[in-house]
């Protein structure tokens, strides 16, 4: 079961660090968000892009998970030498997460 | 009061703005077209030509509202004014003659603090003094709602500013018409939770939403932009006009309540620090959703600035491979420029995109695509050259070569303290007869 089956997610950038907001489609995965989809899977899931550290604040007010990863935009918007400068791919480049393999 | 949002970014589309003005029956209208690099680029201009630099969309966006909005007494409020507000107001003021309307505009400056920012302090990124960056262009302020209250005041039907936060412009009209305080912290923080939910416009209502299959959007070609009913406490309802395509859900508002916020806790902004624990968003209707909850803490003492400076040039070139084998010679070509240009010292980054499809085979077609920062026209020119001699110096089929350099303006932050940044309103008024 991929990430994308269960939930949806958008990026937004500052800087050279994107933010990751993930929401189940239903509120009461929100559980199984919290238990599988932890900051160090999503390091180790989108290490390519990331350099940085990647923090999780737990939102149940809102059934959200929000990632702030520093260091995931090569050096920011405006001197980044990726096609997408914006980092706008990472949000679904996370629901590609494979929830069944345990290696991240 | 019911205010709107006409748009995001400075490339949005004009005609759900039009629509708004003319049927939401709305208070306010903003219009949010400033990001973080928009306003050096204005400066770029600026610099070419002292008359320029507001935003380049603004005479055909403003044909096209000014009417509308004059006509349904909606006050406009924008930051189209970029590195250059007055001269954005002095347009704004001979079209509406032009078009053969009253009205008044009020010009906010004083985000422009190039003169007053030390070089050598620390940028916030990277602790590095600001002009070891490179050439330092460009600084302005990110003003709070402080800074439009006096134009506000005035009286003035167009409110055109440079560099203001981005919920600031929502929350100054909301704080004018509702009469809240600027230290009335639960309000204040109720007013940047609907100015962020807005700022950006059509995602809200369904823009950058769509998921064919998974997260579909109703009329996505018709997409409306929201408004928000917005009651004096500061709860408010997030909604668009029934008959345009979009949707607004929870579903779309929860993406956009996080939306570039690194820190839920304490999302910092000039007016207010802004926490989302408490936020709760609940369908209240076909797509109307009610928000509420926001908790403020004080606003931070000092202000953030974004810094232009010179970054130097961006090459950027790519060829395309197609058929059998296509993804193997794509990655030939770019080990083949990668080895060319080695001795060059540029930063250079070589991707081969769309080489495998969805299930993993081989894609039909791919692209190479080189990119790289050299320090001047010449030297990024080497790097489209190697690109270019690919045609008959590289692997088998490539074909569809495109080149392109352009000067960067880098952007890094710093902080200034409030008493360093003096605002100032300009009052631009057509009488009707004047014209």
Partial sequence: ML???????????????????????????????????????????????????VLRY????????QFTCRQALDGGVTTSLAL????????SRLLSLDLRRRDG | MRIGSGAGFAGDRIEPAVDLAARAELDDLVLECLAERTIALGQQRKLRDSALGYDPRLRARFERLLPAAREHGVRIVTNMGAANPLAA?????????????????????GDDVLDRLDPRIPALEDGIPLADHGAVVSANAYLGAEALLPALDTGADVVLTGRVADPSLFVAPLAHRLGWELDDLSRIAAGTLVGHLLECAGQVTGGYFADPGVKDVPGLAELGFPFAEVAADGTATIGKLADTGGVVSTATVREQLLYEVTDPTGYRTPDVVLDFRGVRAEQAGADRVRISGAAGRARPEELKASVGYRAGYRAECGISYAGPNAARRAQLAADVVTTRLRGTGLRIRADVLGAFGDSGEPADECRLRVAAMAPDPEAADVVCHEVEALYTNGPAGGGGVRADVREVIGIVSALIPRSDVETRVTVLEVDGAAA
């Fill in chain 1, 84 to 91: 997408d400068t914006h980092g706008k791919a990472l949000s």
């Fill in chain 1, 3 to 53: 990430l994308h089956d269960i939930a949806h997610c958008r990026a937004g950038d500052k800087g050279d660090t994107s933010t990751l907001s993930l929401f189940p489609y239903r509120d009461e995965d929100f559980d199984l968000l919290v238990r599988e989809v932890t900051a160090d899977r999503v390091r180790a899931h989108l290490a390519d892009h990331v350099v940085g550290e």
């Fill in chain 2, 89 to 109: 107001g002095i347009l704004t003021r001979d079209l509406l003659a032009e078009l053969g309307l009253r009205g008044k505009i009020a010009v906010v400056t």
């Fill in chain 1, 58 to 65: 737990e939102l149940p007010n809102l059934c959200a998970l």
